[in-house]
């Protein structure tokens, strides 16, 4: 009799155990042994493949079954290439994962849809290792050094493609406010574009992430060969106490919001998303395996060592502020979308 009470209760414990313990094997099983991709949209070198290849050094051991990651670089039409891979080629099982242009998840609200595949409310948001300051910065032998040269000299910036920061931030300030700005496009990155401003091919950059800024090219910035004259957005950063920000630089309320709208994006500075329709088990491996990087002391480390700011965004919070934008009033859209337009 006590024998036969010991074998039911094992009999009635075994398959509780076996429930408990079978979702962390199958999320095991699934990456052991695999090996992810991270998508970059941008060619070597600049700032978006600097965060992803920092990423991609310790996301690894923060996923079941610690699978290698490997990045390969997709430029093209200011990302926009790796963004429709994201979205429409990538597998839908979450060994696949990228980054591109912080701007894209708006291009459909301000009525860009040319060559774009995707709808941005429908990506899989993994996370945001930061939110970062836009400059517009400028070689000392252009002569641009303030807003006021800005507003009165005739000068020449690089950009990427229609849909990049480094193109579009030009073309606003060109629409709202009438410089005399000339952009050269078809730049396949930002190492491209400095080596152009070193030679003397282009004044500067507008849409230059304050962290890139900082980190792969601060020789240039502390020698003075690299001069930035203003902060894009309407908040400023506490890291450029005496630069001015664009947003004080008109006090018509709509054009304040208009701009509030286009430089929403410097929030998701950079993104890293997977394509739709994952399992919700997936989803969760990945922004928990993301969010356990941001905090993992290896990863920040080398993240203070390469001078890049960590201020994640969530994967969940991403996707709500994605989704937000597109609630946006119907008029400040259309102002946004008319200064942003070539």
Known sequence: MRWSRARTVS?????????AVS????????YRGKTVQVIVGFSPGGGYDLYARALARHIGKHLPGNP?????????????????????????????????????PMERLLGRVEGENFDATRFTWIGSVTDEPSVC???????????QDMKS????????????????????????????????????????????????EIDGLCG???SSLESRDRALYDSGKIIVTLQLGVEKSPGLPNVPVLGNMTSDPKQKAALKLIFSRLILARPFAAPPGLSPERVRALRDAFDATMRDPEFLAEMKRLSLEVRPQAGAKVEQMVKELFAYPRDVAELAAAAIKP
Do not use: C
């Open 11 to 19: 009999l009635l414990i075994a398959p509780v155990l076996v429930v």
């Open 23 to 30: 979702p962390a094997h199958a999320a095991d099983d699934f």
């Open 68 to 104: 290698s990651v490997n990045v390969q670089n997709m430029p093209g039409a200011g990302s926009l290439k790796a963004a429709n891979y994201l979205y429409n080629v990538a597998p839908k099982d979450g060994t696949v994962f990228g980054t591109f242009d912080r701007g894209l």
């Open 137 to 147: 910065g400028f070689s000392s032998r252009s002569g641009i050094r303030s807003w």
């Open 153 to 200: 000299r005739p000068f020449s910036v690089g950009g990427a493609g229609a849909t990049a920061d480094d193109q579009i931030y030009p073309t606003v300030l060109k629409n709202l406010f009438h410089l005399p700005v000339r952009i050269v496009t078809g730049f396949p990155g930002r190492a491209e574009m400095v080596l152009s401003i070193e030679r003397g």
């Open 208 to 210: 230059w992430s304050w």
